[in-house]
């Protein structure tokens, strides 16, 4: 009998402790059980079972990070990217500490296109971990504080990204160091980043050569303006005469027309002296040989007068060759007193004026585009006219021509007709375009850029008929500007990815692919591109799988929806 009861008592405390335990850990083993079960659903591809029983999951244990995280996983694979960043946002603030979660919301935000709320994660980042920043997140660090005019902490950013001596960067990056350099007036710098960029191949190659135009009119450095001119005109034709530069051309040919008309008056004032001493010498040795012979002249006297003249003659040439060299390093536009100065004596009065007899036509030459550079105040200025009698490129080149002395004042600058107007220069150009004129109709696209450059779908335009006539860099040049100019525009960004697909490899162009998809992640044709890509480039199966079937949901009635379902069948 008291066998009996022990035994009991034994059976009845198990069973208490087996309850207590139960009590303990049932809740936190069924949530990991549970967990553990929707992430296969989620491997399997049933997104929506796994994300429901999640949603049953978080409503009995509310606030859960792990919960949250997983949820969050989900609606990023599904490219729910605003659902994803959130849901990763609230998991990583119930746990701050989680470096990997702090990395992984902040790639949501990115592709949730949430800047600011990426940018404030960046920096949490850079505090907790900077040792493993890479470059990449280095130089999208330094694009967030560039845009909130953070000017030396961006730069700092940038340049812990970068390490030129090792390898070149990248011409997008160079451009970005130059502008924070310029900002900061380091023109050396500035200068020494933007010519990294100048002489690549790449699109950033316009904006490099703008900043160095820009850093040599500041500097007058006429030399190297013009060096900068005419690679943009070799390299982007007709792109400085649809920009705020316009006016330079004309600086730079006043400045090297000057320059011809003070070496013209510098040789005449030479031969002038030259004649004169010339003529004294022969004078002088006229009167000798009338001297008689039983009359001594005045050595002393003689030779003292003729040294004093020489040596006056001589002294003033080095004093107009000084003059001359001064005026050389003046800016372009010099003045009517400056250019009497150096050759006075010579010219006796006359005033220098300038041949407005120039074959070019720029691309809008009523704009009045004002640099931004110090300059001398002229006394009297001098105009240069340009006339053309045949519209050209803009982006021939120019040759001044027969330099006159005259006292007339040169006309101002004045078109050769009447202007068209904009939607004239756009009919045009349509026009040009449907018959294959695509010279024509690049510059008519040009001239109306210089009406209206902030118009993106005149830059996608201009895209379009340089890629037809096979210029395929300047095609996406231009493409990139309309995308900029527009970036919410999915046309923009398609006919961008089809200009691409002609100039960058393919890993770079299945990259482009990625992105565009992340800004655009219920476009539909964007999905079947980058499905495409998938299948041909990367071979990645999987993802390819499903895009396609991306594709078919969002746009169940489209054309191709016969390419994506035999892709599917073809990929299972």
Known sequence: MPKANLKKVIFILLSLTYVLLAGCSGPEEKKAKRLQQAAELQAAGDHTTALANLDTLSAEFPNDAEILRQIGDIHQALGNTAEAAFYLSAAYALNPDDVELLYQTYRAQENAQQSGAAAELLEALVKAEPDAITAELWRRLGEFR???????????????GVHPEQSTPAP?????????????????????????????????????????????????????AEAAIAQLDQQFPGAIDASRWASARGELQGWRSAQAAMQAELDKANAASETEEQTEAAKSDTDTAATPAHVKPDTHTSTTTEAGSATSGKAQIIKDMQHAEA????????????????????????????????????????????????????????????????????????????????????????????PRSLEELLADAEQATDEDAFKNAITLYWQALGRA????????????VYLMDGQTKNAETTALEAMRLAPDQTAYTLDYLRVIQYTKQSDDFLAELESAYDRFPRSAEIALSLARGYERISGNKSASRTLYQRFIELAPNHPLNAEAETALARLR
């Open 453 to 464: 450059n902030t118009q993106a779908d005149i830059w996608n335009n201009l895209s379009r």
């Open 146 to 160: 560039a845009e909130a005019q953070q000017t030396q902490p961006a730069l700092d950013a940038y340049l812990k």
């Open 172 to 224: 997008e990056t160079a451009v970005a160091i130059g502008t924070l350099f310029r900002q900061l007036d380091n023109l050396p710098q500035a200068e020494r980043w933007y010519s990294i960029a100048a002489n690549s191949d790449d699109p950033n190659a316009l904006t490099a050569l703008f900043g160095l135009l820009e850093i040599q009119l500041r500097n007058q450095n006429w030399v190297a």
């Open 327 to 418: 005026m050389a390093d003046a800016p372009a536009l010099e003045t009517v007193s400056s250019v009497e100065a150096v050759t006075a004596p010579a010219r006796q009065g006359k005033i220098v004026a300038f041949d407005p007899n120039i074959a070019i036509e720029p691309a809008e030459p009523e704009l009045s585009i004002e640099v931004n550079y110090d300059q001398q105040t002229p006394a009297t200025s001098i105009n240069y006219a340009v006339n053309s009698t045949n519209a050209g490129d803009p982006a021939d080149s120019f040759q001044p021509e027969n330099t006159e002395v005259n006292r007339g004042t040169p006309s101002p600058i004045r078109p050769a007709a009447t």
